[in-house]
C-alpha cells in the first residue's frame, strides 16, 4: 500500500470554516497516530499564515493547533500546507520548525511553481522535507505539468503532489497524469483528490495504480466543497484489493469522531459541487457564489461557467461579486 497523507485537519479546516481548536486537534492525532497513516496535516485550509478575513479567520493560532498536534504524534509525522504569500519564511515556517513539523508542502497555482522557489530552497537546504504541490491541476496540459514538476525538483522537493482543487479529474485523466510524471522525474508522485464528480476515490486508486507513492484522503472526505477522497474509503478499497497493511476498524475510529464532532459539516456532492467541478473552479467558492447569484439574481450555472471561463484560482475571492456584475449586463 502507499503511503497515506491524512489531509482531515487541514483541508477538513475549510469545510468547518476554520473552527478547528487544539482539544479536537489532539484527539484525533492520538487516533490518527495509531492508524499507521504516514503524515497528519494541521492547519488553517489555506495553509500557514492564511488566517484573514478575506479567506477565513481561524479560532485558533498555527502555532497552537501544531503544537497540540505535535503533542499526539509520535509515529504520524506532522506536516503543514505553506502557500507563498500567505505563508513567509520568518513569520510562519520558522516558528512551525522550532515546533518540531516533519513534512513542509509548498503550494503554488499549477503554472506559478517558481513563485514557490525561496520556500522550498530554505526547507531543502536546512535538510527538512518539503514536497512542490501544484494546486487546480487541470488548468495546464501534461507537459505543462512536467515543466512545473520539474521547477519544483530543481528546487529541492523530494516529491510533487498534483492537487485536482476542483474535482475536475476523473480517473483516466489522473492515470495519464501521474504515469507523465513518474517518467519525467526522479521524485515521488503524490495526488489529492476532491470529490466534486463523484469519483474521488475512483481517482485516487487510479493514482495508486500508476505508480502515485503518496496519496492525500481526509476522514469522513472532510474537505473544501465536495470534500476529499475519503480516507477510510481509500483504505477499504486497498484491502478489496488485497494490497492494505491497515486495519479499517483504525481508520473508522477516526471517521467517527468526525462525525460525532461535526455532524453538520460533513461534505456532500450538490448542485454547486458539480458545477464547480465540471466548470473546473475551486469548489472552495460555493457558499460565495451562491450568495452572489441569490443576491444580485444571476444564474449560479452562468456564474460558474464563467468563473471557467476565466480560470478562477484561489486567493480570488473579490472577482466573483465583479464577474457576477458582469453577467447581470450582457
Same mark, same amino acid.
Given at each position: 500500500m502507499n503511503l497515506l497523507? !491524512?489531509?482531515? /485537519? $487541514? !483541508?477538513?479546516? =475549510?469545510?468547518? $470554516? =476554520?473552527?478547528?481548536?487544539?482539544? @479536537?486537534v489532539r484527539e484525533y492525532c492520538e487516533r490518527a497516530n495509531s492508524s499507521g497513516v504516514w503524515a497528519v496535516e494541521v492547519g488553517h485550509g489555506n495553509g500557514l499564515g492564511a488566517s484573514s478575513y478575506l479567506v477565513g479567520k481561524s479560532a485558533e493560532s498555527d502555532q497552537d493547533l501544531l503544537i497540540a498536534a505535535r503533542s499526539s504524534l509520535k509515529d504520524s509525522k506532522l506536516a503543514v500546507h505553506a502557500i507563498p504569500g500567505f505563508a513567509t519564511i520568518k513569520r510562519d515556517l520558522m516558528p512551525a520548525i522550532d515546533i518540531g513539523v516533519d513534512i513542509f508542502r509548498v503550494a503554488t497555482h499549477v503554472t506559478e511553481a517558481n513563485t514557490a522557489e525561496k520556500h522550498i530552497e530554505y526547507l531543502a537546504n536546512r535538510d527538512l522535507c518539503v514536497h512542490g504541490v501544484l494546486m487546480m491541476s487541470h488548468m495546464t496540459d501534461i507537459n505543462g505539468l512536467i515543466t512545473q514538476s520539474r521547477l519544483m525538483q530543481q528546487y529541492g522537493a523530494s516529491a510533487v503532489i498534483l492537487m485536482d482543487s476542483s474535482g475536475h479529474f476523473i480517473p483516466k485523466d489522473v492515470q495519464e497524469r501521474v504515469d507523465a510524471l513518474k517518467n519525467s522525474l526522479d %521524485?515521488? %508522485?503524490? @495526488? +489529492?483528490? +476532491?470529490?466534486? /464528480?463523484? *469519483?474521488? *476515490?475512483a481517482n485516487a486508486a487510479a493514482a495508486i495504480g500508476a505508480g502515485a507513492g503518496l496519496i492525500d484522503g481526509a476522514s469522513m472526505g472532510l474537505g473544501a466543497g465536495a470534500g476529499n477522497a475519503q480516507l477510510?474509503? %481509500?483504505?477499504a478499497y486497498s484491502i478489496k484489493e488485497g494490497s492494505s497493511q491497515f486495519e479499517i476498524a483504525r481508520f473508522l475510529k477516526m471517521s467517527q469522531l468526525v462525525e460525532d464532532s461535526y455532524p453538520d459539516k460533513l461534505p456532500r456532492a450538490s448542485s454547486s459541487s458539480i458545477e464547480s467541478g465540471l466548470a473546473g473552479v475551486f469548489s472552495g467558492y460555493a457558499p460565495q457564489v451562491n450568495q452572489i447569484s441569490n443576491e444580485l439574481g444571476v444564474d449560479v450555472t452562468a456564474l460558474w461557467q464563467e468563473m471557467g471561463k476565466r480560470k478562477l484560482v484561489a486567493g480570488q475571492e473579490s472577482m466573483i461579486r465583479e464577474i457576477a456584475q458582469d453577467l447581470m449586463n450582457l
Open positions: 497523507y !491524512d489531509v482531515t /485537519l $487541514r !483541508d477538513g479546516n =475549510h469545510a468547518l $470554516r =476554520h473552527t478547528l481548536t487544539s482539544k @479536537f %521524485i515521488e %508522485i503524490g @495526488f +489529492h483528490a +476532491h470529490n466534486n /464528480l463523484g *469519483v474521488a *476515490v477510510e474509503n %481509500i483504505v
